[in-house]
């Protein structure tokens, strides 16, 4: 039976009004920087220029700091929890409401594909205001001692690959606890935290409860660096991840990293073959792979290696790359050029030290950053796309004998976030998950996220949870 063809079908970027410039949103306000530094955010499916953000010094983030001081012991600190409960409702509401122009911006802002945006990223976003407004008046029950206090204020730095979803994150349980904030979002992806401060305003939340300072890895540094914050959260790369914990030690701060992964996605010989294809695919391209716990590692029993391989080649034939605003499109574009650069520069690694890439036919795009779906076979453990995360569309292919095999190649990682094992077996999938040294594992699914549950890393994937009961904990004082 011949293929249909897909034809466009662009999600409107109408509903989206993005302003040439935007300011800092200290005080429940949008303000100047200082000294009247700006960057540019740019589309990374075109590179057309979409806004001019401003650029926080260290002054900025001292009144930031200071604003949410002021806030934390005027305002939110001492407000009863059922009374914070509902502005949390009433901003996860808003976002519900205002989801599809979220949805159109985070995928203009971050070349992630609109299905993503739209059917992941912001209904959990909402997910995750929903479920912490509903701890705020029951954090006494929480299981941190019968009076948990907040901690003051949070100084949180987030990067670019769910730009939205990782302020959630950070923002609801500091928030739900009594704490207020100063959030730094990633150069690269400022434009919806922006709109976020709007929502803010909407909500009619007391100024100065969130502030959001941007500006790159310098303004990141001024926040965690300030000592009027109390409390430090981090999302990123493993080596910024090293340098904040050099900077607070010694000081009183609090921290939590979510750093870097190098997930191994296992599967057995009595896997549902298709099933697991699927997971393979969700596991490494979903987001172009710019996922801290994407299974970038794929660990296969050997007696099933050619049928799967088959069948991964056969389904990454199918993958649409190209216009993230298009709703078939399933990989969209490369976040910046320094991350192409990057993934381009381990790839070609991987094919000198001897791996072998495979891709499908795939017309890239002219303009813009692109990477085809990528492949590696031949991929021994010694291979730095074996043992460095690309943070791209690459997938390194291993095989293993035995479960102890498998459970040893999958550890064998500085690394330690996620994990995936596919197996008919429930006997099996509990034995290993067991044994792998991750603070996810995932049976016969991937990627699969719930504001319910705790998320974190082992090792140099960094400390602390996020998500659920244990996600309050980093946030109170008990
Ligand atoms: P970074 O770790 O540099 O960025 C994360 C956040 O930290 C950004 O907001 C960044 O600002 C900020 N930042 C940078 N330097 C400092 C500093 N010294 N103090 C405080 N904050 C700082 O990641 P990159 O964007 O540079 O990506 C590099 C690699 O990191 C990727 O290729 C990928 O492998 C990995 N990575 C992993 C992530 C994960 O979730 N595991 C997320 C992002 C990246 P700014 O964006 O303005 O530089």
């Not at 039976?1 to 949008?30: C, H, N, Q, T």
């Not at 890393?457 to 998500?467: A, F």
Request: contains cysteine; glycine residues 10%; negative net charge.
């Amino acid at each position: 039976m011949p293929l249909f063809e897909y034809a466009p079908a662009p999600e409107s970027r109408s509903i989206v009004d993005i302003k040439p410039s935007y300011g800092l949103f200290i005080g429940g306000e949008f303000v100047d920087p200082a000294d009247g530094a700006a960057m540019k955010s740019v589309n990374p499916a075109s590179e057309e220029v979409l806004a001019e953000v401003a650029e926080a010094g260290e002054s900025d983030v001292d009144r930031a700091v200071a604003a949410a001081r002021r806030a934390y012991e005027t305002t939110w600190g001492p407000m009863p929890g059922r009374e914070r409960a509902k502005y949390l409702y009433r901003i996860a509401r808003i976002i519900q409401e205002r989801s599809r122009e979220l949805a159109v911006l985070e995928s203009l802002d971050n070349g992630k594909p609109i299905r993503e945006s739209r059917d992941v990223d912001v209904p959990l976003v909402a997910a995750h205001f929903f479920y912490y407004a509903g701890w705020a008046d029951k954090l006494t029950h929480a299981g941190f001692g019968p009076d948990p206090r907040p901690v003051g204020v949070a100084g949180q730095v987030i990067p670019w690959n769910f730009p939205l979803l990782m302020l959630a994150w950070k923002i609801a349980p500091a928030l739900a606890c009594g704490n207020t904030v100063v959030l730094k979002p990633a150069e690269t992806t400022p434009l919806t935290a922006l709109v976020f401060a709007e929502i803010c305003q909407q909500a009619d939340l007391p100024p100065g409860v969130v502030n959001i300072v941007t500006g790159a890895g310098a303004t990141g540094a001024a926040v965690v660096n300030h000592p009027d914050v109390d409390k430090v959260a981090f999302t990123g790369s493993t080596e910024v991840g090293r340098a904040i914990a050099r900077a607070v030690a010694g000081t009183r701060k609090r921290v939590t990293l979510e750093l870097g992964g190098k997930a191994a996605n296992i599967v057995f010989d009595d896997a549902a073959i298709d099933q697991a294809v699927e997971g393979i695919v969700n596991g490494i391209f979903f987001n172009q792979g710019h996922v801290c716990c994407a299974g970038s590692r794929l660990l296969v029993q050997e007696s099933v290696y050619d049928e799967l391989l088959a069948s991964l080649k056969r389904r990454m034939a199918r993958l649409r790359v190209g216009d993230p605003l298009d709703k078939n499109t399933d990989i969209g574009a490369i976040n910046s050029s320094a991350q192409l650069d990057r993934i381009r520069t381990l790839s070609e690694i991987g094919s000198q030290e001897g791996a072998e890439a495979w891709s499908p036919p795939c017309e890239l795009p002219d303009r813009g950053f692109w990477f085809a779906p990528t492949i590696f076979t031949g991929v021994t453990q010694a291979h730095r796309i074996a043992r460095e995360e690309i943070f791209g569309p690459v997938l390194s292919v291993l095989t293993f004998r035995t479960p102890e095999e498998a459970v040893a190649k999958a550890n064998n990682t500085p690394y330690g976030l996620s994990a995936g094992v596919w197996t008919e077996k429930g006997s099996r999938i509990l034995a290993t998950a067991d044994k792998l040294r991750a603070g996810v594992v995932w049976a016969n699914t991937f990627n699969k996220f719930d504001p319910a549950s705790p998320f974190g890393g082992y090792k140099e994937s960094g400390y602390g949870r996020e998500g659920g009961r244990h996600g309050l904990e980093a946030y109170l004082v008990h």
